[in-house]
């Protein structure tokens, strides 16, 4: 892990043009992790990081869903991954 983020500080795409799809579910209310503000918790900065990981990542916000997507809207999850598996490198 030291190693990815290592790479990570230093390129800002690490995962090169793989394909990425980083899903929030927008529904519903929990609480944040001990150690972590409700600000920091509510903020979308490190899921918007997380998809930029690639040159192809892309943020989905799915308003259908709270945090278990694949289980609120597994139709969502499975376009996903079809589009995924569709991927045709540049």
Known sequence: M?????????????????????????????????GLSEADWRSDSLRIDLSRLSRRGRLVRDTLSGHHVQLDNPALVVTLIRDVLHYVPD
Do not use: C, E, R, Y
């Open 2 to 34: 030291a190693g990815f983020f290592n790479k990570w500080s230093a390129d800002p795409h690490p995962l090169d043009s793989l394909p990425l799809i980083v899903v929030i579910g927008t529904q519903g209310a929990s609480l944040p992790p001990p």
